[in-house]
C-alpha cells in the first residue's frame, strides 16, 4: 500500500483500519481533505507509533509520512508543527515528536471519524483518469461476490472495468434501459465471462432511472452511466439506510424482465 520508503513508517493493518480518512492511488496514500495540516500531522505520528509499537516519532519520519500523504512541506509542515506544539497536542525531546494527553483525546477524536465513506470524485474530460478510479473503488470496495448493476444505457465499455474484479467476483446482474452497440455488447460479454470467470446477466427495464450498484449489505450511487465516466462531473456515494428496500426494488425490477 505505501511506497518502498514510506512502507517502513506505515503498518498496513492500521492503514486498513482508518482507510476512511486515507484514500488509495497507485501507490500512494492520500489523506482525506476534510483533515487539516494539523490532524494529518497527528495521524502521522499515530501511524509511525502503531508501526514501532512504542511511543515517539522522529520529526524527519513525521515529515516524510506528512509529505507522503500529500501536504505540503512549506509552509504546511513547520505551520502544523508550530500549531501542534502550541497547543499542546505534542511534546518534542531530542527531534523526537510524543502526543501529550490533549493530542491523545485530539486523535482519538480524528479516528472518530473513521466511519464515514469515502466519496470518489469524478472530473468532466478526464475519460482515462475516470475509469481507473472506478476501477480503484471496484478493487477497494467490492467485498462479495455478486455485483447488482442498476445503470439505464449500457454499451460494451461498460464492461472495462470489471475485469479487475477476476477471481473476486462470480456474478453481475445488469439491470438497464439501453443497450448500445448490442451485438458487440454481447461478444465483449462472453469474451469478459470467458477471461474472468465472472458470469453477467443482463435484464431489460423501462422503469429504471438512477444508477446503482449494490454488493453485499453496501450500495452507492453512481453520478453517470459506467459508458460515460468521464464526461461530466460525477461523483460515487455510499447510500445510507437504503440498502434493503433497494436491493428488494432491484430484484423485483430484474425478475419481472427479460
Not at 126 to 132: C, Q
Request: proline share 2%; glycine share 4%; hydrophobic share 35%.
Amino acid at each position: 500500500m505505501a511506497s518502498k520508503k514510506n512502507s517502513v513508517l506505515i503498518d498496513e493493518e492500521s492503514v486498513s483500519t482508518i482507510s476512511g480518512l486515507l484514500h488509495q492511488y497507485n501507490d500512494r496514500l492520500l489523506a482525506d481533505d476534510s483533515l487539516s495540516d494539523l490532524d494529518v500531522l497527528l495521524l502521522s505520528i499515530y501511524l509511525i507509533d502503531q508501526k514501532h509499537t512504542k511511543s515517539g516519532a522522529t520529526y524527519n519520519e513525521v515529515k516524510d509520512l506528512f509529505i507522503y500523504l500529500g501536504r505540503k512541506e512549506r509552509p504546511n509542515f513547520g505551520v502544523a508543527i508550530h500549531n501542534a506544539k502550541k497547543q499542546n497536542f505534542v511534546e518534542e525531546k531530542n527531534k523526537v515528536l510524543y502526543f501529550s494527553i490533549k493530542g491523545l483525546k485530539r486523535i482519538r477524536n480524528v479516528l472518530g471519524q473513521v466511519g464515514k465513506s469515502p466519496v470518489y470524485i469524478i472530473k468532466s474530460g478526464e475519460n482515462f483518469t475516470a475509469i481507473k478510479l472506478f476501477e480503484e473503488f471496484l478493487v477497494s470496495e467490492i467485498k462479495d461476490n455478486e455485483i447488482l448493476l442498476c445503470d439505464p444505457y449500457i454499451s460494451p465499455s461498460t464492461l472495462y472495468p470489471f475485469s479487475v474484479l477476476k477471481n473476486k467476483v462470480k456474478n453481475i446482474k445488469i439491470l438497464t434501459s439501453n443497450i448500445y452497440e448490442s451485438e458487440k455488447f454481447k461478444e465483449y460479454k462472453k469474451k469478459l465471462e470467458k477471461e474472468t470467470n465472472i458470469s453477467i446477466e443482463v435484464k431489460n427495464s423501462k422503469k429504471i432511472h438512477d444508477r446503482y450498484l449494490i454488493c453485499g449489505k453496501k450500495c452507492w450511487s453512481i453520478g453517470s452511466s459506467i459508458k460515460d465516466l468521464g464526461n461530466k462531473d460525477a461523483m460515487i456515494k455510499e447510500l445510507d439506510g437504503v440498502l434493503n428496500s433497494l436491493k428488494d426494488l432491484f430484484l423485483e425490477r430484474f425478475n419481472e424482465n427479460t
